[in-house]
């Protein structure tokens, strides 16, 4: 666990009070000479308050960046005590030009300035490939030259200053070093892609690698004042910006992103090209300005420069090379698909842009693929998803696959008749995801031609997702039509609902042999302002579509459970058995459907059993969440009847997972009563399972006496259709409960 102790919020402020005291001081000390103590303590103080800093930010992280931030107190530790040694030294021991630095106290600057890189080399960022590891070594070279041009100038100067004792010559090899190191550290930091260490503290850290060549350089500044110093002149500013980097890295953790990789604020390209343009322009005005002084340069100079020129162009050369495959591996991503590898919307859509001649376009889109993520999980959803890919591929042979977003995938080719019979062969077969056998399922959208393709197959997907065509349209000029009619009907709906332009029928589920109306079915249906009804196989699938059927479904609830409530208060009770409403696929999706069912219940007063909720077969096979609210709903005491029972391709298996009371058999094997044995043979079967398992059988679609005879005798009890009665009107079924109550009565 990370330990979060208070940081002390006090150091930025001081440090930075230190390292105006420090300039304040080194100006006015060009005019008065002072006490050396008076730079000294500023320069004592910075240092000592980033290694406070340091620890404070170690202490509030875990990990590598608490091993990170530990370094640099123990790196900055070393430069506190060197800088104490150094005021020691200037105390002590007399002098009257440079001022004095002993031996311990730059073997104390050595080793925290070798530490401190140590700590920073250590920081993962870069990269790996020969050209970034190559890049790297020529930054590194580019900056050693530079610095090399530069000191040959300033030994120069020193070996005249102070001869060339053994003593001047370690000072000033020591003192190079240490500006070298310094500037690598720079480079090091501006070169990092990725670190734990959060950017604004390693963009307060890079300055402090610049330490060590400023305090060179106001080492000759400030020759003519001994009372000042180099040194005393940086370390305040080390102070500082060592304390503001603690504190950026504080701020983070606070944020709670301690662990985030940040990506620095220079793309890479800027980044890898600052280096060696800021090396070329300080050599340049570095080089200008001694032959303006000398009139000559010398031959380390001239070779120097010569040297740093092919160094800028290989490196710049290098650094082309690399972001021409970065811009290659962009514009790969940009056309590809990352989950499947296929191509993208973005070059398919181009790819058909671009189609002169007649081609086909197919649109695939995975049915059930939400509920199959949903039971399944995220892991097997991708898995399928890329198994499914690997099999168009394979079906579509050498032609433009791409996975155009979610479980919808785009083909183009010659033609589809040849692709669309292998994918169905294939298709036929499991795909394996995640462990987990699937067999998948596709709505197709087909456009042909060479113009407006993606359009025009995008139209026959979306209609061939209803489900009324088979789960395969193709695109003709008749489509344009049924849309536009359908938009149009989308477009009135919901003023429909709000004008109370719909309304219920019910149609009564009877008792056989003798016909005595047992429940009813409610049946919704929408008569517009003109008079004219709209049939139900027009107007659903577009509220399915807008999901509007929530909402209506909700109305339809309410309405039905109203109407309860007054048959109950009008012919008692136990006049009906129970009241049917259907609920869509869609409705089942909805987790909130079990609380409006059981506040329509609560609202009117109906006993949760008097009320049956149909669901299809299709709406639940893939289980997930659908599934689970159908045992919600069970769970409230309503009864759940499977209707269609017998068309889909897991009605069995659905017996056993689902809630079910009721299955109410599909019109078509009614229709085969009469025929054949093998015709009657599922009738009989279905009745002989429902009795087993203690389920209730109602039989639909039932036309003809000789239907309603032939079930009563292979053991069906009841049955609803039109040789009974035709959907009707409350009013209607008002009538058939006071016949039979007046029958019960007499």
């Given amino acids: 666990m990370t330990r979060t102790p208070s940081h002390r919020a006090w150091y930025a402020p001081i440090a930075l009070l230190m390292a105006v005291a420090e300039v304040l001081l080194i100006l006015f000390g060009l005019h008065v000479p002072f006490s050396n103590l008076l730079v000294w303590a500023p320069a004592v103080i910075g240092p000592g308050l980033a290694v406070a800093a340091f620890r404070s930010a170690a202490a509030r992280t875990d990990g590598d960046l608490r091993t990170f931030w530990r370094r640099e107190s123990i790196a900055m530790g070393g430069v506190l005590v060197a800088s104490m040694s150094q005021t020691v030294d200037i105390l002590t021991r007399p002098y009257t030009d440079m001022p004095p630095i002993s031996g311990h106290t730059l073997l104390f600057y050595v080793i ?38 530069a000191a040959s100038e300033y030994s120069g100067w020193f070996i005249e200053r102070f001869g060339v004792s053994a003593a001047a010559w370690w000072l000033n090899i020591a003192m190079m070093a240490i500006a070298a190191a310094g500037v690598v550290v720079v480079v090091k930091i501006m070169s990092a892609q990725r670190s734990p260490v959060p950017r604004g503290a390693l963009w307060w850290l890079a300055p402090i690698g610049l330490a060590g060549p400023l305090s060179t350089v106001f080492m000759t500044l400030l020759k003519p004042w001994p009372h000042l110093n180099g040194s005393a002149a940086v370390l305040p500013f080390v102070g500082l910006f060592g304390t503001l980097a603690a504190a950026a890295q504080c701020r983070h953790v606070a944020r709670g992103q301690s662990r985030a990789r940040q990506r620095l604020d220079l793309p890479a390209y800027r980044r890898g090209t600052a280096i060696p343009l800021v090396a070329t322009g300080l050599t340049s005005v570095l080089v200008a300005t001694l032959f303006i002084r000398t009139g000559h340069l010398s031959t380390t100079q001239v070779a120097g420069t010569t ?44 790819a058909v842009a671009e189609v002169t001649e007649p081609h086909a376009v197919v649109l695939l889109d ?87 393709l993606y359009r025009q197959a995008e139209l026959a997907l979306r209609e061939a997702a209803t489900g009324l065509d088979g789960g395969l349209v193709r695109y003709d ?19 429909a609902l709000t004008a109370g332009e719909f309304y219920l029928l019910y149609q009564p589920i009877v008792e056989l042999p003798g016909g005595r109306m047992l429940s009813v079915e409610s049946l919704v249906r929408w008569r517009q302002p003109d008079g004219r009804v709209v049939s139900p196989a027009d107007f659903i699938p577009v509220t399915e579509d807008t999901g509007l059927i929530v909402e209506l479904g909700a109305w339809i609830l309410d309405t039905a459970c109203a109407q309860t409530a007054a048959w109950r208060r009008a012919y008692g009770p136990d006049a009906l058995r129970s009241v049917a409403v259907n609920v869509s696929a869609r409705q089942l999706l909805d987790p909130a459907l079990p609380e409006v069912v059981a506040a329509a219940l609560a609202r009117h007063g109906v006993p949760a059993a008097q009320l ?132 019960a009565a007499a």
């Avoid at 490939?129 to 610095?147: E, F, I, M, N, Y």
């Avoid at 039971?375 to 998803?385: K, V």
């Avoid at 049924?482 to 009135?492: N, S």
């Avoid at 639940?620 to 689970?628: K, M, Q």
């Fill in 477 to 495: 000029a008749s489509l344009e039509q049924r849309l536009t009619q359908r938009a149009t009907i989308a477009a009135d709906l919901r003023r």
């Fill in 307 to 350: 040297l740093l020129l092919l160094l800028v162009v290989s490196r710049q050369a290098i650094a082309l090379a690399e972001n021409g495959t970065l811009l290659d591996t962009v514009a790969h991503q940009a056309m590809h698909d990352d989950l499947t590898g296929l191509f993208s919307r973005r070059y398919f859509t181009a």
């Fill in 112 to 149: 925290g300035t070798l530490l401190a890189i140590a700590g920073l080399l250590r920081l993962p960022g870069g990269g790996s490939s020969w050209r970034q590891v190559t890049t790297a070594v020529l930054d590194v070279t580019v900056v050693v030259v530079t610095g090399g041009i």
């Fill in 612 to 743: 049956t909720i149909e669901i299809t077969e299709t709406a639940v096979f893939t289980g997930g969440r659908a599934l689970s609210t159908v045992h919600a709903l069970s769970r409230l005491g309503v009864s759940i009847a499977l209707d269609d029972f017998g068309t889909g391709h897991s009605s069995l298996g659905l017996l056993r997972t689902c809630p079910v009371d009721i299955i109410k058999v599909d019109k078509s094997f009614v229709d085969g009563l009469g025929g054949s044995p093998q015709q009657e043979a599922i009738a009989i079967a279905l009745t002989g399972i429902a009795d087993t398992m203690g389920l209730r059988t109602v039989a639909e679609g039932v036309e003809t006496a000789e239907q309603a005879r032939r079930l009563y005798e292979l053991g069906y009890r009841q049955a609803q259709g039109f040789h009974f009665a035709h959907p009707m009107p409350p009013a209607d079924i008002n009538a058939l409960l006071q016949q039979a109550q007046d029958r």
């Fill in 366 to 452: 995975l049915k059930e693929f939400r509920s199959i993520n949903d039971q399944l999980g995220t892991t097997a959803g991708d898995a399928l998803l890329t198994a499914f890919a690997t099999r168009l591929l394979a079906v579509a042979g050498p032609h433009v696959v791409a996975r155009l977003g979610g479980d919808e995938f785009g083909v183009l080719l010659p033609g589809a008749d040849d692709f669309v019979s292998r994918l169905a062969t294939a298709n036929a077969e499991p795909l394996t995801a995640a462990g987990h056998d699937v067999l998948v399922e596709v709505s197709i959208g087909i456009a042909e031609g060479s113009t407006d």
